[in-house]
């Protein structure tokens, strides 16, 4: 049944973009995004692993990884979505391997193999027909344009905490990591998502939602992935990622009734080649997860 701390996270996280989505309907972005952190919070919290000591030296990249992996690229996902569909915003998630890659081989200053190098073309194409629907408006920055870049704008944070959170994960474990960026993120975003939450108008679809999503999301699923990573390659660990568009298209189209351009689909598939050619090697290592 090992194949379920994989399928599962990924499902979950697939299934992210339509909570966010459903919570758009009762609270303000930043309230969306306080209630996930803070929810995820106290959902790892319950997790005894997840609040063993780190290294004291670790602590300045943990609180960087509280930015650059949760406060901030969590904040961009609702204010996009006020713009586009929650399918739109799964599938150009899809590219996140994609500028993990090309940020790791820059950081790194050394060239990619040209099998990556040739993954990295093809899911740079495939992000562009995904976003060219949006960015193709006559109107200058209108509002998917804006949501386009916000979404993109959250995929290069993911990038960058990639290779911050690897060697942090590889010395301390990935949960008293990700439990403690949590708790960073949930400071930051506490003075403008608490607000957002007193104003809020709830629905049980909408409260129920952003329970999932944090409970879920930034709960349940990275402890299954963090379970995953020490059982099994990180190739496999990994193949989350390309469940999460497929989920959030059916999901989107499905529950919500979404229009999806058709070149944005094609890109969807384009881009997730490109990130099935960039797949880390089947030899075992630690895996990094990623929060949705």
Not at 80 to 89: D, G, N, R, T
Not at 136 to 161: E, K, N
Request: charged share 10%.
């Amino acid at each position: 049944m090992g194949w379920m701390l994989v399928v599962v996270p990924g499902l979950i996280w697939g299934a992210s973009f339509l909570f966010i989505a459903e919570g758009l309907e009762a609270v303000a972005p930043m309230g969306v995004t306080f209630m996930r952190i803070a929810v995820g919070f106290l959902t790892l919290s319950l997790v005894p692993s997840a609040r063993r000591p780190i290294l004291r030296s670790d602590w300045p990249k943990t609180a960087l990884l509280g930015v650059l992996w949760l406060a901030f690229p969590l904040s961009m996902f609702p204010f996009a979505e006020q713009h586009v569909s929650s399918a739109l915003a799964g599938m150009l998630n899809g590219a996140t391997p994609i500028f993990a890659a090309l940020v790791a081989s820059l950081l790194a200053r050394h060239a990619p193999s040209r099998k990556v190098s040739l993954g990295l073309a093809i899911g740079f194409a495939g992000a562009v027909l995904i976003a060219l629907p949006g960015l193709s408006d006559p109107t200058p920055m209108s509002g998917q344009t804006r949501g386009v870049l916000m979404i993109l704008a959250a995929l290069v944070s993911y990038a960058f905490a990639y290779s911050v959170a690897r060697p942090l994960q590889q010395r301390n474990g990935a949960l008293p990591v990700v439990w403690r960026a949590l708790a960073v993120a949930f400071v930051l975003t506490a003075p403008f998502g608490a607000p957002a939450l007193a104003g809020a108008h709830w629905t049980a679809r909408s409260l129920g939602s952003l329970i999932a999503l944090g409970a879920l999301g930034t709960g349940v699923a990275y402890a299954m992935l963090a379970t995953a990573a020490g059982r099994m390659d990180a190739t496999r660990a990994a193949s989350n990622n390309f469940i999460i568009p497929v989920v959030s298209l059916l999901l989107g189209v499905g529950l919500r009734h979404e229009h999806v351009n058709g070149l944005s689909i094609v890109g969807a598939g384009v881009c997730l080649t490109g990130a099935w050619l960039i797949r880390p090697s089947a030899r075992p290592e630690p895996a990094s997860a990623a929060v949705r």
